[in-house]
């Protein structure tokens, strides 16, 4: 069996984003981790492979240093690392990245694709469901547990406040939440055995059956406006009251701003 999972190395929001100029993300200058729903669906492939036995291939979109998720993912237990990196490719949105990464994976053999459900520098759930449908094979997203049935897989998918069990048969794409499971710890010998593990680059050239028009920043027809980081607030007003002049004061205060 063969599972490839795609993973992606997003900023760390807790030291603070940076934007270019035409107003995507400065990755160069920032902090980075791997993406937790991600991590979940690499530790799902692991679990499969513990189980069932697998290869598990790791594949990623971004600059050289995404290597480092790569070889991450390799220390916890994967296989093979695929980066995927070009200036022609940058400033992509989801569905110029989902075109670059469903180019990348029709030269690879695989059963299953494992995505995260959505990236927290995005969180917009469309780059899995677009990679599907770029290769043509089935898809199931939200899924909070997964297992192998024959050539099928079985997956309980998020719905509101209960779930759905649904089965595909295999190849088909699978987005994780971060929910699914606790992701595994690098090993000491994994580290090791990453550090010196040779990781696969491809670029533009390697991508099979996607136009240039589909790629990168002009390929992409979301268009940025305007961005910036988080506005911080002021400490507001505050007053000290007893509970009657406490509801007094908010309905004034609602009054005055014509919400009520």
């Not at 927290?120 to 899995?128: E, N």
């Not at 961005?227 to 009054?255: F, H, M, N, P, W």
Request: proline share 4%.
């Amino acid at each position: 069996m063969k599972i490839v999972v795609c993973v992606k190395q997003v900023p760390d929001t807790k030291g603070g984003v940076q934007f270019n100029p035409d107003g995507t993300l400065n990755r160069a200058a920032m902090l980075t981790i791997m993406n937790p729903d991600d991590k979940a669906g690499l530790e799902a492939a692991l679990r499969l492979k513990d189980e069932y036995g697998a290869e598990v291939t790791v594949l990623t979109m971004g600059l050289p240093k995404a290597a480092d998720v790569l070889r991450e993912a390799m220390a916890m237990g994967a296989d093979n690392g695929i980066l995927v990196t070009d200036r022609v490719l940058g400033g992509a949105d989801t569905w110029a990245t989902s075109q670059t990464i469903a180019g990348a994976l029709r030269n690879i053999d695989y059963d299953l694709i494992i995505t995260g459900r959505q990236a927290i520098d995005g969180d917009t759930a469309q780059v899995g469901p677009q990679i599907s449908e770029h290769l043509g094979i089935p898809v199931i997203s939200y899924a909070q547990a997964i297992k192998l049935d024959g050539d099928s897989v079985v997956v309980e998918r998020q719905y509101d406040d209960r779930y759905h069990v649904v089965k595909a048969k295999m190849p088909c794409l699978i987005t994780a939440l971060a929910e699914l499971n606790e992701p595994r710890y690098m090993t000491p010998g994994g580290i090791f055995a990453a550090v010196d593990a040779e990781i696969t680059t491809w670029g533009r050239a390697d991508l099979k059956d996607v136009e240039d028009s589909n790629l990168g920043l002009k390929g992409s027809p979301t268009k940025i406006a305007r961005a910036s980081d988080k506005v911080r607030k002021g400490a507001g007003q505050k007053v000290t009251l007893d509970a009657e002049e406490a509801a007094q004061y908010i309905t004034d205060k609602l009054l005055e701003k014509h919400i009520i």
